[in-house]
């Protein structure tokens, strides 16, 4: 298979005005800027400064609804008012909605053009920004359409996060925990040692960006080993969307995090992780998130949804699973019923506050 180039890092104290060197040393015949209503106020003006890049940028509304069909070509509309061509690079600066979303535009502009990522939430940083995954949802499936394509760059600077609301940052940090818990003990360890709220140090996101990259550049088309990518996704995505068909959504970090919880739980209770493992991650997961009201699920949806995962093969469910704290296995057949057992379970492990 071709290899994928990996991006370009820029990331430290220096790293917008490292990137906007490199912007202006190469030969781009034109650079846009991709924000969304909120990076626009938050982030751009820093961006600006810092990068020192003239340009008026491309605004779309905030929110998972404009990673849309429509939106998507308002903006392809967008760059051929604005004349961009095959050598114009497209700065996407936002979350993962913006990421994914202008990812996707830069992947089919013209069949392509180069474009940087300048992640601006915790969860952009440590995993969307990451991976070449770019794209869109069509209707009610999430990122039903979309490319593998690597930016040319990659920004990470964690004087955004200054702006992020808690809620995202406590969202984003789930992936952050789930890096040290498939890959990397000591990690995990230092992580568990904190409150988990807050704005992370820059050396932790970095951690956490680095593990996704390594996992990534050993297996970029998801083969094998980047499914442990997909922990607590399984039934966190069945919690994401059943929350969302019961009219009250849940933020995705929240989800992966009660997902992480109940298969966490399953790989104690299919034998595969010591049992002083799982009280260590329940106590730290069930400290640094609140309880999910999970009691009144409808279980026969939840296994719609579980029996839709793409990790599944045949009519059986695969989760990833984990054999100890740092070490993950994929593709480990989980019964339906134990399934159901877990989140059944999940309520009992929260202290009463
Ligand atoms: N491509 C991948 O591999 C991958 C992986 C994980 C998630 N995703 C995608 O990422 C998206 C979720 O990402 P997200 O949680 O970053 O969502 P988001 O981009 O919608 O950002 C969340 C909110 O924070 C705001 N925001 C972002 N940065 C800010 C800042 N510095 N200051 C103030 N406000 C800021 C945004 O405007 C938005 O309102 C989903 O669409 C998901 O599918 C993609």
Known sequence: MMAIDQPQLFSGSTALSDFGDWVRKNSFSGVEVLVD????????????????????????PAGEGSKSVPVLAGLWQALLDRQADRQTLLINLGGGMITDLGGFVASTYKRGIPFAHVPTSLLGQVDAAIGHKTGIDVGEVKNSVGTFMPPHALVLD??????????????????????????????????AG?????????????????????IVEIDPREKGLRKILN????????????????????????????????????????GLLADKE????RDVLSR?????????????????????????????????LLERIGKAVFDHIVEESMAIRAIQAYPSWFVPS
């Open 194 to 214: 904190t409150d988990g709220i807050g704005i992370p140090d820059a050396a932790i996101v970095q951690r956490a960006a680095r593990i996704k990259m390594e």
């Open 278 to 281: 799982w009280v260590e991650i």
């Open 231 to 270: 922990f607590g996704h399984s039934l966190g995505h069945a919690v994401e969307s059943e929350a969302m068909m019961a009219g009250a959504p849940v933020r995705h970090g929240d989800a992966v995090a009660a997902g992480m919880l109940m298969e966490s739980w399953l790989s104690r209770e299919l």
């Open 158 to 191: 964690a004087g955004f996060l200054e702006t992020l609301p808690s809620e995202e940052l406590r969202s984003g940090m789930a992936e952050v925990l789930k890096h040290g818990l498939i890959r990397d003990a000591t990690f995990w360890k230092e992580l």
């Open 37 to 60: 209503e909120h990076t626009h106020h938050w982030c751009f003006p820093r961006f600006r400064q810092l990068a020192g890049l003239t340009v008026e940028p491309v605004v779309v």
């Open 288 to 320: 640094m998130y609140p309880p999910l009201p999970l009691q009144h699920v409808d279980q026969d949806r939840m296994l719609t949804f579980l029996r839709n995962d793409k990790k599944n093969k045949g009519r059986s469910l695969r989760f990833v």
